[in-house]
Structure formats: C-alpha cells, structure tokens
T-cell receptor, first 113, second 115 residues
C-alpha cells in the first residue's frame, strides 16, 4: 500500500541553524500539508499546498518557514533560523483531489538545542 | 470549521465495542464529520468520514444523528492495538472548496483498551 515517507526520522540542530525536512507524498496526490506536534500538545496545522502554491497557512507559519515542491516527488519544509520552540514532531500529509482522507507520514522529530 | 466536543478519556474491554461520542452542534450543511486517530506519537490515521448517512468501513462505523449535531464512532471489537487518541473533526472537504484545506485537531479522546 502506498504511503507518505519522511526523512530524516530525527534531526538535531543548533539554535539559529537552517533545517530542511523532507517528505515524499503518495504519488498521485496533489494536496500536500505540514503539521507539527509539540510534545504533549495538540497536532497543529502549519501549511497546505496545491497547484504549486500555498493554499492555507496558520499563524505559526511565519517568515521563518517556507515550503517547496522542488520536483515531482518531494515536498520540503524549511525553517531558516531554528528556535528552541521549534522542537516538535513534524508530520507531512497528502491527499487526492477527489477523496477526503489525508494520509500522514511517520513524522520527523526535530530537536533544537 | 465547526467546533467539536469529545470526552477526554474512555476505557474499553478488549473484544467489546468501543463507542466514542462527539458533539458538533454548530455544524453547517456542507461540513463533513471526520474521525482520525493517533497511536502514540505516530502520524494521525484516517478512520472514516460522513455527511449525514451512517457509514461503515473495515475499521469502524460512524453513526450521525438525524439533526447532525452529534455522532458516534464505533469500533466493533476493540483490540489492544486500538489504544490511541481519537479525533473528531468537522470541516468542508478540500474537494468541495477547491483548495487544500487543513484539519484542525482538538484534544481528542484517549481510548484505552484494557486486556
């Protein structure tokens, strides 16, 4: 069964460094999403992407964040200058245009020191 | 998206049916009810969705009241692997809005299946 994959599974970085989290959505999906979950808290929406542009974004998704679909398979989330409070699990998700469900990847645990 | 209210936690004996309630009294006519679950820090997993009719798939059944102000997710024979946080989400689907619409997760219900 096709699935969303994410790399790396765990990323440790120093505060102020740039990180890129990578996702490979399911191949025929056209809607893409990033969510995050700080330890012990709710899953929070960051951004959605369709037709090569951002569809929706939350207040969390400020100028420090960006998303890109550099080729036909990858979907990336970049954090330009990481802060301690960016430490969280980051989930990528994708969905088909005509179906309802979003499929989530296993997540990348980002630790900012 | 309409707000939902779920109990914080529930227990269920293994092999029994788990019935998870959700209130969504402000749901509007074009909003669907979705259920997802999250097993211990894994990515959320889609379970089922519905608009007004009851729905069943291989994982669960969804019962929506006639006035659509509440719904119940039923896991017919709960197993230990069903221990998870279950989220009830109400929203207009992306396919109806022409854009990639977010899921708004609340706190959900922590279901613990007991041996």
């Amino acid at each position: 069964e096709p699935e969303v994959t994410q790399t790396p599974s765990h990323q440790v970085t120093q505060m102020g460094q740039e990180v890129i989290l990578r996702c490979v959505p399911i191949s025929n999906h056209l809607y893409f999403y990033w969510y995050r979950q700080i330890l012990g808290q709710k899953v929070e929406f960051l951004v959605s992407f369709y037709n090569n542009e951002i569809s929706e974004k939350s207040e969390i998704f400020d100028d420090q964040f960006s998303v890109e679909r550099p080729d036909g398979s990858n979907f990336t989330l970049k954090i330009r200058s990481t802060k301690l409070e960016d430490s969280a699990m980051y989930f990528c998700a994708s969905s088909e245009v005509v179906r309802h469900e979003q499929f989530f990847g296993p997540g990348t645990r980002l630790t900012v020191l | 998206d309409a707000k939902t209210t779920q109990p914080t936690s529930m227990d269920c004996a293994e092999g029994r049916a788990a019935n998870l309630p959700c209130n969504h009294s402000t749901i509007s006519g074009n909003e669907y009810v979705y259920w997802y679950r999250q097993i211990h820090s894994q990515g959320p997993q889609y379970i089922i969705h519905g608009l007004k009719n009851n729905e069943t798939n291989e994982m669960a059944s969804l019962i929506i009241t006639e006035d659509r102000k509440s719904s119940t997710l039923i896991l017919p024979h709960a197993t230990l692997r069903d221990t998870a946080v279950y989220y009830c989400i109400v929203r207009v689907p992306s396919r109806n809005s022409g854009s990639a619409r977010q899921l708004t997760f609340g706190s959900g219900t922590q279901l613990t299946v007991l041996p």
